[in-house]
Each structure stands twice: as structure tokens, then as C-alpha cells.
């Protein structure tokens, strides 16, 4: 199906539940639309991984929010024992989305899942940045050094409509600002734009870990994007963890 295809039936509640029905036993794809000729991608892929389809087409060659989460989805390795890297392409859909569920029942399954799914708590501990990227444009004939540089880190959620409310009442920032319903930001550090320490904790709660994802964006007081990572928070471990940044342009690992 095409994305304007789809968006128009999941306007409509009974087509939604039968699009959900059909995707439990067969597959469905669904690709950008023609008219996105800049080879832009969907705003948000969870729209569509709610609803069960298998795939969901991304224009690779623009690393936008789209692609970051379509990457963040299926970027968990293959094997959990710490002996590759390599991820498989395939993620098991949640629990409650395989078993086979009539149309005239959808309403109250999902009602039941709701009210039954346990409410998941997430603390987060932001340390420091370690030997970050410095840009080209930092150097000594326009008297930038990473030395005398301010930085912050951007947090964001995303997940489904259904579960916004509930990360956006429970987020909570120690060290930082909350700027927008699942949104903030750590304070400045200030000078070092090589090794800061934020120390910053970031804590939410979530029903769906499997469709809620953080992103993480590490900026100049000016604006500039240092780097940037997505994560899915279902694969997170508990302990101490690196984070490898991208370039927000290309998406590309530093």
C-alpha cells in the first residue's frame, strides 16, 4: 500500500481493527508516497509499526526522523552475549499483537491490554561526553576551540499516541530542564567541548517499551549538532553503557 493509501483507511476505526487483524497472519508494506520527491520519509514510523505492518519503506539516502527510528528499531544484535554486532533485520512484534483476534472484539482486546499491561519505569543516568567530534569549522582563524565550548544534551521520546501521556506525566529531569511535553535538555556545561560532565538524570515511565524510543542530541549553545543517537528503550541494559553519536546529517558513526 502506499502511504496516502493507508493513512486515509486508519482514519476510520473498523478499518483500523481490520488492517490490524489482517497484519496478525499476513504481511503488509507500505512505501513513501510519490510525491515525496526530496526522498523524505514518514514523520513517524510508529504510526504504522502500531498497526502491525512488517514493513514499512524508508527513502535510506535522508537521515531523518523517520530513517533514525526505522534504524533505532532494528539495530538490536542478533545474539545478547556480547559475541557480534551484527543485527538481523527482524524484531518480534510485542506479546499482544500475535494472537489471532476477530474484528468484533478488537475493541475490548485492546481495552484489556491497556488496562492489564504493567507500567514500565526508566531511570537514566547521563555521566559525560567522551572525546567528542569537533567540527571543521572549529579552528583557529575563526577562533573556535573545543576547549571554550558550551554544551548541552537534548532529550526526546517518541512513541504512540496512546502512551504519550503517561511518559509526558511522569518525565522528570535532575540536573536539567523539561522543554516540552517528552522533551529536555541537561544544563550547560561550560568550556569543554571535548570531555564535559552533566551528570544529568532523565526518568519516565512507559507501557510500551517496545514502541517507545529516546533520542539523544548533544548541541553547541548555538545550535550546532555535535552528534546524535536513537535508541529503542526495550533494549537497553541496566549498568554502565556508551553511547555512539552519528552525524545528524548523514547519519553516519563518527
Same mark, same amino acid.
Given at each position: 500500500?502506499?502511504?496516502?493509501?493507508?493513512?486515509?483507511?486508519?482514519?476510520?476505526?473498523?478499518?483500523?481493527?481490520?488492517?490490524?487483524?489482517?497484519?496478525?497472519?499476513?504481511?503488509?508494506?507500505?512505501?513513501?508516497?510519490?510525491?515525496?520527491?526530496?526522498?523524505?520519509?514518514?514523520?513517524?514510523?510508529?504510526?504504522?509499526?502500531?498497526?502491525?505492518?512488517?514493513?514499512?519503506? $524508508?527513502?535510506?539516502?535522508?537521515? =531523518? +526522523?523517520?530513517?533514525?527510528?526505522? @534504524?533505532?528499531?532494528? %539495530?538490536?544484535?542478533? !545474539?545478547?552475549?556480547?559475541?557480534?554486532?551484527?543485527?538481523?533485520?527482524?524484531?518480534?512484534?510485542?506479546?499482544?499483537?500475535?494472537?489471532?483476534?476477530?474484528?468484533?472484539?478488537?475493541?475490548?482486546?485492546?481495552?484489556?491490554?491497556?488496562?492489564?499491561?504493567?507500567?514500565?519505569?526508566?531511570?537514566?543516568?547521563?555521566?559525560?561526553?567522551?572525546?567528542?567530534?569537533?567540527?571543521?569549522?572549529?579552528?583557529?582563524?575563526?577562533? $573556535?576551540?573545543?576547549?571554550?565550548? =558550551? +554544551?548541552?544534551?537534548?532529550?526526546? @521520546?517518541?512513541?504512540? %499516541?496512546?502512551?504519550? !501521556?503517561?511518559?509526558?506525566?511522569?518525565?522528570?529531569?535532575?540536573?536539567?530542564?523539561?522543554?516540552?511535553?517528552?522533551?529536555?535538555?541537561?544544563?550547560?556545561?561550560?568550556?569543554?567541548?571535548?570531555?564535559?560532565?552533566?551528570?544529568?538524570?532523565?526518568?519516565?515511565?512507559?507501557?510500551?517499551?517496545?514502541?517507545?524510543?529516546?533520542?539523544?542530541?548533544?548541541?553547541?549553545?548555538?545550535?550546532?549538532?555535535?552528534?546524535?543517537?536513537?535508541?529503542?528503550?526495550?533494549?537497553?541494559?541496566?549498568?554502565?553503557?556508551? @553511547?555512539?553519536?552519528?552525524?545528524?546529517?548523514?547519519?553516519?558513526?563518527?
Amino acid at each position: 500500500l502506499s502511504e496516502k493509501q493507508l493513512n486515509e483507511m486508519k482514519e476510520e476505526t473498523l478499518t483500523r481493527y481490520f488492517i490490524d487483524k489482517h497484519n496478525r497472519r499476513f504481511f503488509m508494506r507500505i512505501y513513501p508516497h510519490a510525491f515525496r520527491y526530496k526522498s523524505t520519509n514518514f514523520n513517524n514510523p510508529l504510526e504504522y509499526w502500531e498497526l502491525g505492518v512488517q514493513m514499512v519503506a $524508508i527513502n535510506w539516502q535522508t537521515n =531523518d +526522523l523517520g530513517q533514525c527510528l526505522n @534504524i533505532a528499531m532494528f %539495530k538490536q544484535p542478533i !545474539s545478547n552475549d556480547g559475541t557480534t554486532q551484527w543485527n538481523s533485520g527482524y524484531v518480534l512484534k510485542p506479546e499482544f499483537m500475535l494472537p489471532k483476534v476477530k474484528v468484533k472484539e478488537m475493541k475490548q482486546f485492546y481495552a484489556n491490554v491497556d488496562k492489564n499491561m504493567p507500567v514500565v519505569t526508566y531511570e537514566i543516568d547521563l555521566i559525560s561526553g567522551h572525546l567528542l567530534n569537533k567540527p571543521d569549522h572549529w579552528n583557529i582563524s575563526n577562533n $573556535i576551540h573545543a576547549a571554550d565550548v =558550551d +554544551l548541552v544534551v537534548e532529550y526526546e @521520546i517518541f512513541t504512540i %499516541k496512546k502512551n504519550e !501521556s503517561l511518559i509526558g506525566n511522569s518525565l522528570n529531569l535532575k540536573n536539567g530542564t523539561k522543554i516540552g511535553t517528552c522533551k529536555g535538555q541537561t544544563k550547560y556545561f561550560r568550556d569543554n567541548g571535548i570531555c564535559p560532565i552533566w551528570n544529568s538524570k532523565l526518568t519516565f515511565q512507559t507501557k510500551y517499551p517496545e514502541f517507545t524510543f529516546l533520542s539523544f542530541k548533544v548541541k553547541t549553545r548555538d545550535g550546532y549538532n555535535l552528534g546524535e543517537c536513537y535508541v529503542k528503550v526495550y533494549d537497553l541494559k541496566q549498568g554502565y553503557r556508551h @553511547i555512539p553519536l552519528n552525524n545528524a546529517a548523514t547519519g553516519e558513526n563518527f
